[in-house]
């Protein structure tokens, strides 16, 4: 009965993602997030080993419902001013709607709730809100350019997503400052290319799903369960860490792909200095990401033999060889496929 209530909430929540991104009527995509939302809170309590669990759902909803009502309110008003030349309040409203959508999808500056909510929940449910939760928003957002105001937005996502990364022993949080740090450059693609930000984010959740599978598999919440050798073997550290590191956007993996794309499409617009910054600003995520590689293969440690036993087996192994192996030689083999072309 539990699976099947749960197989309902997962349909209606992916309902009102399509409601959201097909309307043509900003109160038909108000209409969709909120069925979005309504479905994914008894999603996020269906955890009860985790006794944060009720907790992240109670800031998740009160976070997305103060959103969604300053959202109506900003409808409401645009309706009412349409006819008039009220250009400041216009200007206003327009400010008004993107903050509440850059808060729904958890851009900074509106990030405070992200990584609080990510932390009590499950893996599965914070791939879904580190990916399927951002495109009704996101969508919405394309719709909405404002430059000074993406580009501030654009800014602080970088600098928080890597500055509050560096001093992380949660796992789950760092993948939280991971996804607004990407989110800033899926915001920086969008002020150049529709397709773009598409793109980047298929990549990212992609890269997202192929390190939360092994996470998810072997139980992995905090970096002081990898530092214990024994619940697993080197091989699989060695491709979670990878994963990593093409998360991060280092080359030669497949992360590195839609930060290629994006700079070339800045480059060939002379956008240098926000360039400048992003680039700079990713260093400092590969930078953490790197100390915590570089520090759990590096030191050694003892292995008890009764603890040798790896669960990881035959069909997950397979499929993670062939996420991780996509993930980490995916770049190489898009640079031949278009070399070929």
Known sequence: MKKISNNIFLFTLIFGTFVTISSNSWLGAWMGLEINLLSFIPLMNDNKKNLLTSESSLKYFLTQAFASSILLFAIIMVMFLYNNNFFLIQKFNEILILSTLLLKSGAAPFHFWFPEVMEGLSWINGLILMTWQKIAPMMLISYNFMYNFFMM???MSMLIGSLGGLNQSSIRKLMAFSSINHLGWMLLAMMNNEMLWLTYFMIYSFLSFSIIFMLNNFKLFYFNQIFNISMMNPINKLFIFLNLLSLGGLPPFLGFLPKWLVIQSLISMNQLFILTISVCLSLITLYFYLRLSYSIFMLNYQKSSWLLKNNFNNKMSSMSLILNFSS?????????????M
């Open 153 to 155: 937005s654009i800014i």
């Open 328 to 340: 980490i030689g995916g770049l190489i083999f898009i640079s031949m496929i278009y070399m070929i």
